[in-house]
T-cell receptor, first 119, second 119 residues
Framework: AQTVTQSQPEMSVQEAETVTLSCTYD???????LFWYKQPPSRQMILVIR??????QNATENRFSVNFQKAAKSFSLKISDSQLGDAAMYFC????????????????FGTGTRLTVIP | GAGVSQSPSNKVTEKGKDVELRCDPI?????LYWYRQRLGQGLEFLIY????????KSGLPSDRFSAERTGESVSTLTIQRTQQEDSAVYLC?????????????????FGPGTRLTVL
C-alpha cells in the first residue's frame, strides 16, 4: 500500500519569508500523481499544486513550487513571500494513475503540517 | 452550485443512533469520494462512486457504514449505531474522471465537510 509521510507536524515562518514543507512517500509504481492540499480552519481542502510523476520539471503555481525528487521519493512544497492567509494545515497526497487501474483512484494523505505565519 | 456542498455542517448525536450525511457534488462530475478525517490526522478513504458502476467500498471501516448515490448526483453516507470512535470530519470530493486516454486529469475537489460528534 502507498504511504505518505510528513515529518513536520508544525512549522512557522515570518511573513514575506520562504518556508519549505517536507513530504516523502512510498510506492512501487512508476507513474502517479502528487498533490499538496491546504486546509484552513474552514475545513475546506483546497488544491495548491499537483505534480505528474512522469514530468521532470517541477510544478509551480505563483508563490508555490515543489521540489520533486522521484528517485528519493520526496515531494517538498516551497512557499515564497509567505502571507498571513497561507496559515493552514498542509497535506501531501498521492494518487495512482487511471491507466490500467480499476476501482477507486482515491488519495493517500499524510498526517499534515500546521503552518503558522508570524506577522 | 459552484462547488461541492455538504450538509449538515455539524452533527451531534448520541451513541447508538443512526446518522445520515449528505454530499452534493459539482454538476457534471461523475466520480464521488467519501473520506474521514479524525482529529489531527490526514484523510482516510471510505468509498468511491463512478457513474453507474458498482461502488468501491474497500475503505469502509465496518458494516455500520454504508453509502448511496443516485446516478451522478447526490450521495448520502449513513452510519448506523454510531460509536464514539466515529467522531470525525467526513469530507466528500468529486471529480470529472475521464475515461480513455493515457494520462488522466482527475483532480478531486472537496466540500467543507460534516463534523460528527458522537456523545
Amino acid at each position: 500500500a502507498q504511504t505518505v509521510t510528513q515529518s513536520q507536524p508544525e512549522m512557522s515562518v515570518q511573513e514575506a519569508e520562504t518556508v519549505t514543507l517536507s513530504c516523502t512517500y512510498d510506492t512501487s509504481e512508476s507513474d502517479y500523481y502528487l498533490f499538496w492540499y491546504k486546509q484552513p480552519p474552514s475545513r475546506q481542502m483546497i488544491l495548491v499544486i499537483r505534480q505528474e510523476a512522469y514530468k521532470q520539471q517541477n510544478a509551480t503555481e505563483n508563490r508555490f513550487s515543489v521540489n520533486f525528487q522521484k528517485a528519493a521519493k520526496s515531494f517538498s512544497l516551497k512557499i515564497s513571500d509567505s502571507q498571513l492567509g497561507d496559515a493552514a494545515m498542509y497535506f501531501c497526497a498521492y494518487r495512482r494513475t487511471l491507466v490500467v487501474q480499476t476501482g477507486a483512484n482515491n488519495l493517500f494523505f499524510g498526517t499534515g503540517t500546521r503552518l503558522t505565519v508570524i506577522p | 452550485g459552484a462547488g461541492v456542498s455538504q450538509s449538515p455542517s455539524n452533527k451531534v448525536t448520541e451513541k447508538g443512533k443512526d446518522v445520515e450525511l449528505r454530499c452534493d457534488p459539482i454538476s457534471g462530475h461523475t466520480a464521488l469520494y467519501w473520506y474521514r478525517q479524525r482529529l489531527g490526522q490526514g484523510l482516510e478513504f471510505l468509498i468511491y462512486f463512478q457513474g453507474n458502476s458498482a461502488p468501491d467500498k474497500s475503505g469502509l471501516p465496518s458494516d455500520r457504514f454504508s453509502a448511496e448515490r443516485t446516478g451522478e448526483s447526490v450521495s448520502t453516507l449513513t452510519i448506523q449505531r454510531t460509536q464514539q470512535e466515529d467522531s470525525a470530519v467526513y469530507l466528500c470530493a468529486s471529480s470529472s474522471k475521464t475515461s480513455g486516454g493515457f494520462w488522466d486529469t482527475d483532480t478531486q475537489y472537496f466540500g467543507p465537510g460534516t463534523r460528527l460528534t458522537v456523545l
